[in-house]
């Protein structure tokens, strides 16, 4: 703790670079964790020796609660977490092991809020009641590790494998109950340039809609830097959407598509592609931007009509940018899902990211390939990150400066073990 200290505050705040805001932000928040941990000490402690003998109280988390301004209910959280996160004493006086050894130890280097404790103590109490002590020590110490780093759907998702392995029977399905269908489906372009989809589905249509949707629509997992989705639920199935109608179009059954990307012709200059500034013709019924087009054409979501200065047709869907089937399963395999640190999506949900873009000269080979989930390809395009390809032949991506002054190149780890 005594190496650990608040960055001196300037005197304007608002003079600070964006480097120095996101310091502080990160220094104050593990400053924050770690005296949270020592709290969580002190109240084992008390809860040890005995809050009615030391102060009268019947109960620790109403003591705390007079103290600190709390609620009881606000202030059993804080002690139930310090009860499991550190040891006790037995009526003997003999030591009794922590609950949670492995999450105290990260929680003490601050690397680890309430929240994700609160989720690594539901989850281990979720486990099958035979499970041993020794894969209930093992599950606790996967999940610690995984917190350093993880959000709240990388801890779900743990979760989930660890209950396919200690319980792979699972519980018994449930047979869906049949409706009469009745779908019906309207799309309107409206005159600002947006569309409007309203539709009427049968129960079990729609269940099944929903249940997609939701599938897609989770927030996106806290990334290591503690950065959260912000996006509300309504623009998270609007994303959902866009991913459910690109996996049905990449389909190769799909008419008329043959499963490639390809949706609809836009027509942009050259040197706006090649620069990102400026505006596409999407289909010559809208526009899109220069920039958009460019993170397009890394899977060709698209088919471009590039121009030259004085309007001439140059390239009209150059049938090589296109990542072929093999490449792709060779992506597939080498990536196993989104190479950004620290993302859960699968392969199914990615593009093929052209690292040198092919307008650039960029060839589209394996070596000038990476998978990326939309967001994730949308931020390489957009953000200050950078990706390239190892020596040994995997991707690594490289932070902005003010995420990691000294840019360390760091890889996804979650998609091969």
């Not at 499970?131 to 993880?150: C, H």
């Not at 390809?377 to 000294?406: K, N, S």
Request: net charge negative; charged share 25%; proline share 6%.
């Amino acid at each position: 703790m005594s190496e650990t200290f608040l960055p001196e505050l300037p005197q304007e705040l608002w003079r600070a670079g964006k480097l120095e805001l996101a310091h502080g932000v990160q220094q104050s928040l593990r400053v924050i964790r770690m005296a949270t941990a020592g709290l969580g000490r002190y109240l084992a402690e008390v809860e040890s020796r005995g809050v009615k003998d030391l102060y009268g109280y019947g109960r620790t988390a109403a003591w705390f609660a007079d103290i600190a301004g709390l609620s009881v209910g606000e202030a059993g959280a804080v002690v139930k977490r310090a009860i499991a996160l550190n040891p006790s004493r037995a009526l003997d006086g003999s030591e009794v092991p922590a609950a949670l050894p492995a999450t105290a130890a990260v929680a003490a280097e601050g690397l680890v809020g309430d929240e994700r404790i609160d989720q690594i103590l539901e989850i281990l109490k979720r486990l099958p009641a035979d499970t041993s002590v020794e894969d209930r020590a093992n599950a606790e110490k996967i999940l610690a590790t995984l917190a350093r780093n993880a959000g709240p759907r990388q801890l779900a998702d743990a979760e989930a494998n660890l209950l396919a392995l200690l319980d792979p029977d699972g519980d018994e399905p449930k047979d869906p109950e049949p409706a009469e269908p009745r779908r019906e489906i309207t799309l309107e372009r409206r005159k600002d340039g947006f569309w409007k989809l309203t539709g009427l589905l049968d129960d079990e249509t729609g269940a099944r809609t929903a249940a997609a949707l939701e599938a897609y629509a989770q927030p996106r997992p806290v990334d290591e830097f503690g950065q959260a989705d912000l996006r509300m639920k309504c623009e998270r199935m609007g994303d959902a959407w866009v991913d459910l109608l690109d996996l049905a179009i990449a389909c190769p059954d799909q008419p008329g598509a043959s499963g490639y990307r390809t949706l609809v012709n836009v027509t942009i200059g050259l040197e706006e592609l090649k620069s990102g500034l400026g505006t596409a013709c999407l289909d010559f019924v809208g526009t899109m931007t220069a920039r958009e087009a460019r993170l397009a054409a890394c899977d060709c979501l698209m088919l471009p009509v590039v121009l030259n200065a004085a309007g001439e047709p140059l390239d009209v869907g150059r049938l090589r940018r296109f990542v072929t089937p093999g490449q792709r399963r060779a992506l597939n395999i080498r990536d196993g899902g989104c190479a950004f640190p620290g993302c859960h999506r699968k392969p199914k949900n990615c593009h093929a990211h052209h690292i040198h873009h092919w307008a650039d000269g960029g060839p589209t080979d394996l070596r000038n390939l990476v998978l990326l989930c939309g967001f994730h390809h949308r931020l390489i395009h957009h953000g200050d990150w950078e990706v390239r390809m190892a020596a040994d032949g995997l991707p690594e991506f490289i932070p902005p400066q003010y995420r990691d002054p000294l840019r360390h190149p760091r890889r996804n780890t979650l998609h091969h073990a």
